[in-house]
């Protein structure tokens, strides 16, 4: 190569909060440049170090995002324990403990009072906090939901998977899921300001997660099987003659 060149290091910075980041040659034994025609060596004539200006690391953040593998096909009235949404977080400059999540569940379609059963929040496939009852609501605003406690770490480039699971039974009373009026249901793990429920480890203070406005899990159709009764065609009206031992009286598509 003929001029001058511009040398660029690129590189992901997941951790380091509050430090200090700077590359920088040292000495001419960091730089080797071979002469492209007669594949000799050449020196650099540079005054070393050469370096970039240095960079702080920002305190510790954290995003939620709905994972690509969460629930999208129908889940079955009345089943228990069925995968309502699956969320992956993220922390990024150091490591950051969330100390508690708000779910909520949203059916806009109705305003027929609605609790789904035994809901609990899942963390990389082991349970945190208790399980209870989530009432819906047609919309959630910041910092509303019922809250969970779940005390989990996030290490930058290790994220976790946060799930939440719950029976499919309407458990107000009225039982809106199995007499049809409710049809669908949506998770949403409910974020936004004044929040302050994760640390991080090294900055210390409190951040909102999540930080962004609330994360919707997919729409879910809830659904049931049908079951059909018949007569067997092939099995006629029968004449008895008595006494008669495990006798066939019938016979039916189920």
């Given at each position: ?148 406690t779940t005390n989990f770490y996030v290490t930058p480039g290790t994220p976790a998977t946060v799930e939440i699971r719950g029976d499919m039974v309407d458990s107000n009373g009225t039982d809106s899921i199995a007499n049809g009026q409710i ?53 006629g009206a029968q004449t008895i003659v008595v006494p008669q031992t495990a006798y066939k009286l019938a016979s039916f598509n189920l």
């Amino acid at each position: 190569l003929s001029g001058s060149r511009t040398l660029k290091v690129t590189a992901d910075v997941i951790g380091g909060s509050g430090r200090t980041l700077q590359m920088s040659l040292r000495g001419a034994y960091d730089a080797s440049f071979t002469d492209s025609q007669y594949a000799v060596s050449l020196p650099s004539t540079a005054t070393f170090p050469v370096g970039s200006v240095s960079a702080t690391v920002n305190a510790g953040t954290m995003t939620i995002a709905k994972a690509t593998d969460s629930q999208a096909s129908n889940v079955t009235l009345g089943a228990s324990d069925v995968s309502l949404g699956k969320f992956t977080v993220n922390a990024y400059g150091e490591r950051i403990k969330v100390e508690t999540l708000k779910v909520g569940m949203i059916n806009a379609s109705t305003t027929a009072a609605l609790t789904i059963r035994n809901v609990r929040v899942m963390v990389n496939g082991g349970q945190v906090g208790s399980t209870t009852d989530v009432p819906y609501g047609t919309s959630f605003a910041a910092n509303t939901g019922t809250s969970f406690t779940t005390n989990f770490y996030v290490t930058p480039g290790t994220p976790a998977t946060v799930e939440i699971r719950g029976d499919m039974v309407d458990s107000n009373g009225t039982d809106s899921i199995a007499n049809g009026q409710i049809v669908a249901i949506q998770t949403v793990l409910v974020g936004g300001a004044l929040r302050a429920n994760a640390i991080p480890q090294v900055s210390l203070g409190t951040i909102n997660v999540p930080s962004q406005d609330n994360v919707l899990g997919n729409n879910l159709t809830i659904a049931s099987g049908s079951m059909a009764l018949t007569k067997q065609s092939n099995y006629g009206a029968q004449t008895i003659v008595v006494p008669q031992t495990a006798y066939k009286l019938a016979s039916f598509n189920l």
